[in-house]
């Protein structure tokens, strides 16, 4: 394994990857997000990410802002349906004030209750910003109506009527519910030895009282497929069209992530880039997507264009689509798709940063961190009998909504 891995006694799993750098990148990142929530608690998690930076018992909000910026380091936080993630960014002599920090704003913010209800407001601007990007909005729309009535289904800002409700104390009991160390891994990368990893891990966080999480996430069935057309007062017309998709743990996971890079990947050469864009001038974004989860997952394509546009596009992505479920990629069309898709992942883990959150979200769903040459392997071993299986399996039964 390329990160050394260690458990402290409370249950928080640590990994850490030694790289001769000058930066230092660490993270905490604990398997909570926005299906965690109960209903009446939409958009918790997102606020609760927000207000882990407004006060500690040791610091004002002003003092966790300053405590690394002030010397050129970074901290920021992120949430998805499934985590949320506090990370920073430091040089090396100074990571051991980042873990210190990570660790103070996490389990010992104090949330109160002035600064909550200011960083409601600013949340309520990013719930404007989100309703002016019809793309952003569509994908959202789109996930919870594949999930409708599933904890996958409602998006992560939540809604201003929601968040107007929610106090400091019910910040602190969904903390309490979700936050507990045996759903947490710390992970740093850069220039320091193994001993300083576990040192510093002892130090800022093997003190926190072990805690068990007491619920578990379930998913709905999956509905039947729908088609819907939503009026929207915008420029082009947005499409999308998808169906759940594999899980994290599935064995057709590989193929299928393969099988959507081929099809709509950031590559100019994807095959819907070149038939929508490249051939026929009729969108300047196509794409296609695959999101696993824990114990679901989906897939999507997604296009803009003029309204005149769009049963030329469709034709052209259906036709597209069922080609890939009828015949299998050739030996070179694979080979081509394999090489470049490694090639993604070996750019990837390049930027540490992203490739440190990456293997701790692995090592928190799988308890494991592939190296490259496993991920080699492993998308080697991958047929195009499999692509063609998952391609008619992933593309029947497809659901879409359109915003006109």
Not at 88 to 100: N, P, S
Not at 110 to 131: A, C, G, Q, R, S
Request: charge should be neutral; charged fraction near 25%.
């Amino acid at each position: 394994m390329e990160f050394s891995t260690y458990t402290l006694p409370n249950g928080i799993r640590c990994i850490h990857k030694q790289v001769r750098s000058a930066v230092v990148h660490c993270a905490l990142t604990v398997n909570t997000g926005s299906r965690d929530e109960l209903p009446g608690e939409y958009g918790m998690a997102h606020l609760v990410e927000h207000t882990l930076f407004k006060g500690t018992q040791r610091r004002k909000a002003w003092q966790v802002n300053c405590r690394l910026e002030n010397m050129g380091g970074e901290l920021n936080a992120y949430t998805t349906k499934e985590e949320t993630v506090v990370h920073a960014t430091t040089l090396r002599g100074d990571y051991a004030k980042a873990v210190e920090l990570l660790a103070d704003i996490v389990f010992r913010s104090t949330f109160p209750e002035h600064e909550v209800e200011k960083e409601k407001n600013v949340i309520f601007d990013e719930i404007n910003l989100y309703k002016d990007s019809p793309a952003e909005r569509l994908y959202d729309e789109f996930e919870d109506m594949v999930f409708a009535g599933s904890s996958l289904g409602h998006n992560i800002l939540g809604s201003k009527t929601t968040l107007r409700r929610l106090r400091s104390e019910d910040i602190r009991r969904f903390i309490a519910r979700t936050y507990t160390t045996d759903q947490m891994v710390f992970s740093i990368i850069g220039n320091l030895s193994e001993k300083a990893f576990r040192m510093v891990a002892d130090r800022y966080f093997g003190s926190i009282p072990a805690s068990r999480r007491t619920f578990e996430r379930k998913v709905n069935p999956a509905s039947e497929p729908f088609s819907h057309a939503v009026g929207r007062a915008t420029h082009q017309v947005h499409c999308m069209k998808g169906k759940r998709a594999y899980d994290l743990k599935d064995d057709r996971r590989l193929p299928l992530m393969l099988l959507v890079n081929t099809l709509g990947g950031p590559s100019a050469n994807s095959l819907l880039n070149v038939s929508l864009r490249e051939k026929n001038a009729l969108s300047y974004t196509v794409e296609a997507s695959y999101t696993p989860f824990t114990d679901s997952g989906i897939a999507s394509v997604y296009f803009s264009c003029e309204k005149e546009n769009v049963a030329r596009c469709m034709e052209l992505i259906d036709r597209q689509l069922a080609e890939l479920a009828e015949h299998a990629l050739s030996p070179r069309r694979l080979s081509v798709a394999k090489r470049q898709f490694l090639g993604q992942l070996a750019i990837a883990a390049e930027n540490n940063e992203s490739y440190m959150l990456g293997a701790a979200k692995s090592y928190l769903v799988f308890g494991e961190v592939d190296g490259f040459g496993d991920a080699k392997e492993k998308i080697g071993a991958i047929q195009a009998e499999s692509i063609r299986s998952v391609a008619e399996d992933m593309f029947t039964g497809m659901s879409s909504l359109i915003y006109r």
